[in-house]
């Protein structure tokens, strides 16, 4: 399954490049997230979700496969959710300069097993739009916070 979309923050390249990179920042941002470890190459992950009628924890891996700051970020992950099933797959974060701030451009493949799989396409198509426009509005959000903290 792909995923995609854009949306702009009225902060600089830089910063949001950032954020992007800030566990804490992402432990916030992500739906569901309980925990998010730094590691050597990523971070580990805790996550509980509800997905139609299936709930699920799971614990994975996030490996940043690429990074160019403040403009390219790609990252795989894996996760293992028991019963539920499995979730992996890779994501690209592109930052470009834009009117008033920073243009923010991903792209994802997702690919899951399990019980998930047996959701139908369109839900899990569905959650997982949903999923992704919490997390990006949820990072705007964040970072529009820090500004009109810093601007005080």
């Keep these: 399954m792909k995923l995609e979309g854009t ?6 390249r830089d ?4 954020v992007l990179n800030d566990a804490e920042v992402l432990r916030d941002a ?22 139609g009628p299936v709930k699920a924890k799971f614990s994975g891996t ?6 160019t700051a403040p403009d390219l970020l790609v990252l795989a992950g894996e996760g293992n959710g028991g019963v539920a099933g ?8 592109v930052l470009l300069d834009a009117p008033g701030g920073t243009e923010v451009a991903y792209e994802a493949e997702v690919s899951i097993g399990g019980k998930l799989a047996q ?11 949903k999923l992704a426009d919490h997390f990006f509005t ?15």
Excluded: H
């Design 86 to 93: 499995f979730a992996k797959g890779e994501a690209r974060v």
């Design 30 to 51: 992500i739906p569901g997230c309980t925990a998010l470890e730094p590691t050597d190459d990523g971070y580990e992950a805790t996550v509980q979700l509800k997905v």
């Design 7 to 12: 949306f702009t923050v009225d902060r600089p």
């Design 119 to 129: 959701l139908g396409s369109r839900l899990i198509a569905s959650t997982s739009r």
């Design 62 to 67: 996030v490996t940043i496969k690429e990074a």
């Design 15 to 18: 910063e949001v490049w950032q």
């Design 138 to 152: 949820r990072l705007n959000e964040i970072m529009s916070g820090e500004q009109q903290r810093e601007a005080s």
